[in-house]
């Protein structure tokens, strides 16, 4: 969209709009729709700030961000919906009832739309579509299939429950990390206290000393010093880094790829990651292809729900790789994230026409080791946090004692 200034001139006074417009000629006819005076002057100019502004109100004042739903929400609603078109009601009524009992205001002006675009004549997965980034590309596959095969109701019931296992295994996750980041939140308050109150105390009295400080207390004197007089700056510094961290990994993809492909890397977090990202990718697959849609797209939208990039973009393969006429063997293969055994179980059920079942086992498989993993969690991380313990501890006693050993043997004690 363009912004034209329009110089008009209403009796003997001349005035100034703007009109928004994709071209010169749509500003003149706007113009001269408005019969609010005779135009003197046209030209294209930068958007007004005013204008810049506005957009931002309205932007915060509405209740549709762009962001990710509330999935406990959304699923709440996806449930009663199914429950009020199994029984019979007119979609129209489901929708405005559903409005009537959500609580989260995003969801509720969406379906608040979505109701209205109804009515209009549109229909359900037409009226859910400019909602996609809010809901996913899953939420509007489930939409058209229940729509095209007349089985709604139990395509909301699938995708429902699709969300819940999402949601379920990231509450495992948030349970399973929760008390390592206490620790560390912990080790580094007590850490940051001890360096800023009790090392100064030292500090006059090491100064005394004519010989050579050991390094640990150098050390803690120049962590010290480094706090105190940069801390602020430090801290800023972090917010700072951050930001432009989250704000590179949102907008450029190859190093959003990058940082990916090295969280898979990454000690821990990489079981993590790839045992969740691997079984919700194989348990919507077999749920989409169960419920009747065709390979190739139940890949594509199974893929589209998976967080890590570089794992999506080889998920993505796959559907590419059947689309050359390639087996679904050799897609999966080709992803490099299948072990040889879950690669030959995915084989047999092709070439037996046994999909469904083989995909229900290698779903139940990954589920069990993921589950495995998050049980492992503590006693993976305990090592690290023991290990980051005795280290605190050591220097902090090392720094303030052998000063004082030094000085009693210098005093013959």
């Known amino acids: 969209m363009k912004f034209f200034e329009i110089i008009y001139r209403h009796g003997k006074k001349k005035d100034k709009i703007v009109i928004p417009a994709p071209n010169k000629l749509d500003a003149m006819k706007k113009f001269q729709s408005m019969e609010i005076g005779v135009r003197v002057s046209l030209k294209e100019i930068n958007e007004p700030m ?3 502004a506005q957009k931002a109100i309205n932007r915060y004042k509405n209740p549709i961000k762009d962001t990710k739903i509330n999935i406990e929400q959304y699923i709440s609603a996806l449930q009663q919906l199914a429950v009020m078109l199994d029984a019979g ?5 489901c929708l405005s009832e559903t409005v009537k009992s959500t609580e989260d205001p995003m969801l509720k002006a969406i379906l608040e739309n979505v109701s209205i675009d109804i009515e ?3 229909s359900l997965t037409n009226a859910f579509m400019p909602y996609s980034k809010q809901l996913g590309n899953l939420s509007i596959s489930m939409f058209s299939l229940g729509e095209q095969s007349g089985t709604l109701s139990e395509s909301l019931v699938r995708l429902a429950d699709i969300l819940q296992n ?11 990390t929760r008390y390592p980041i206490f620790v560390i939140v912990a080790m580094s308050i007590a850490f940051t206290v001890v360096i800023t109150f009790v090392v100064p105390q030292f500090e006059d009295l090491f100064s005394n000393m004519k010989t050579e400080l ?22 800023v510094a972090g917010v700072v880094l951050s930001i432009i961290f989250s704000y590179t990994y949102k907008v450029n993809k190859s190093f959003a790829l990058k940082v990916d492909q090295l969280l898979l890397r990454t000690y821990i977090v990489g079981k993590i990651t790839k045992f969740a990202m691997l079984g919700r990718f194989v348990y919507i697959f077999d749920i989409l292809v169960h419920a009747g849609i065709p390979i190739v797209d139940a890949l594509k939208a199974a893929s589209s729900v998976v967080d890590n990039l570089y794992m999506k ?9 059947i689309e050359e006429g390639r087996s679904l063997y050799d897609g999966f293969e080709a992803s490099g994230f299948f072990e040889s055994m879950v690669l030959q179980m995915l084989k047999a059920g092709e070439d037996s026409g046994a999909l469904n079942n083989m995909l229900g086992k290698i779903t139940i498989y990954y589920n069990k080791k993921y589950n495995d993993v998050m049980d492992s969690v503590t006693e993976m991380i305990e090592p690290i946090l023991t290990a980051g313990i005795a280290g605190f501890v050591l220097v902090l006693a090392l720094g303030i004692f052998l000063p004082m050993w030094s000085m009693a043997d210098a005093m013959g004690m």
């Open 50 to 52: 005013m204008m810049k």
């Open 89 to 93: 009601m007119p979609i129209n009524i």
């Open 120 to 122: 209009g004549g549109q």
């Open 166 to 176: 999402i949601h379920d295994n990231r509450t495992k996750l948030k349970k399973a």
């Open 214 to 235: 050991p390094f640990p207390t150098r050390l803690l004197l120049w962590l010290e010093k480094a706090i105190t007089a940069y801390g602020p700056y430090i801290l």
């Open 313 to 321: 973009k080889q998920f993505q393969g796959i559907s590419k790789a």
